[in-house]
C-alpha cells in the first residue's frame, strides 16, 4: 500500500482524474451529470492507526509501504506528522510520544498507536502491546489521559482495559439539524468527518417527500443514515449483524430522539430470505413485517458488494438507494439492477483523496 502523498494545490486535479474515471465506468448505464463532493485537501481523517517503532533510544511512528527496489517486500516509513490526519491527532503525536519515551511502564512492548477523534476535539487513544497489562499501567496511564486531555484504552493478548469509556461522541450538522453520533473504539465509523456529512445530506434530499412510507435498510452499521433519515419516512426497519454496531445503532437512535426505527441483528442475506418469507423465528416475527410498506431500501455494503439474490431484492422496491466504497463491484452490481430500475442520481463523495479509492451514491428508481 502507498502511503498518501498530501498536495493541496493538486487536490482539484486528482479529484478530476476520479471524476473522470467514474463518468466512464458508469457511462453504459447512462446516469445524470455527477455530483461531486470534495473533500479537504488535508487533515481530513478522524481516525488513523500507526505502528510504533523502536531503534535504541528512539521511538517513532511507522507505516509501511512497499520497497520499490525491492517489490514484494515492504519498507518502513517514519512519520512525524501525518497530513491526511486530523488536526488534534497530529497534535497528539508528538506529545504522545514524549509521554511515553521515558516512561518504561508506558513504552514497554508497546507495538501500535489508534487514534479515534471528532470535529469537537474528543480523543480516544488505544495503545496496544506485546505483553499483559496491570495496575502500574492502569496508574500510569490514568496520568497520561489527564496530561494530554484523552481517553485510553490499552490492549494486549486477551486484555482490554478501559480507563475511561469506550467510544467518542461526534456531532454533525444536516441540513439544520445537530446528529450525535457514539463511535466505538476498534468497529467501523466514517473516517472523513466532512464527507460524512455530504453523504448523509445527498441520502436525505434523494429520499425526500417519503413520510407516509417505510424504509428498510441493510449493513446499517451504527445507524450512521438510519439516524439522518429516519424523520424522511413514516418507520425504518435496519439490520446489521455486528454485535457492537447494533448496541451503537440503538444508542444513536435513543441519543437523537428518534422512535419510529427498529434495528435487528441479521445479515443482508438472512434478512433477504426472512423478506421473501423463507426464514422465520421469534426475531422474524417481532418484526411484524407485513405491517411495513416500503417504498425504499438503502444499502451500504462491503466492498465486496452484493450477491445476485441480494440484488434481485432490491429490484422489488421502487426506490434504491446504493452507497458504495467499491465503484467496480457497483457497476457489477447495476448490470443487474438496472434491468428493472434507471440511474437517477449519481454522486462522488471523495472519502479518501490522494488515493484510488472513491465512494460512490447512486439513486436508482423503478422503470415505468
Known sequence: MAIPVVDPPRYDEQLDAKRARLVETFAPFAPPALEVYPSPPSHYRQRCEFRLWHEGDDLFYAMFEVDPDEPGKKRVVRLDDYPVAGRRINELMPRLLDAVRDRPVLRHKLFQVEFLTTLSGEALVTLIYHRQLDEDWDEAARELEQALDIMIIGRARKQR?????????????????RLHYQQVENSFTQPNAEICRAMLTWARDVTAGSQQRDLVELYCGNANFTVALADNFRRVLATEISRTSVASARENLEANGIDNVTVGRMSA????????????????????????????????????????????????YER?????CNPDTLAHNLETLTQTHAVTRFALFDQFPWTHHCECGVLLERRA
Do not use: N
Open 161 to 177: 482495559r478501559v480507563l475511561t469509556r469506550d467510544h467518542v461522541w461526534e456531532c454533525l450538522e444536516v441540513d439544520g439539524r
Open 269 to 316: 442475506e438472512e434478512f433477504t430470505q426472512a423478506l421473501k418469507g423463507d426464514k422465520g423465528g421469534r426475531r422474524v416475527e417481532a418484526w411484524a413485517l407485513d405491517e411495513y410498506d416500503f417504498s425504499t431500501v438503502l444499502v451500504d455494503p462491503p466492498r465486496a458488494g452484493l450477491d445476485e439474490a441480494s440484488c434481485r431484492q432490491l429490484s422489488e
Open 320 to 324: 434504491i438507494v446504493y452507497i458504495s
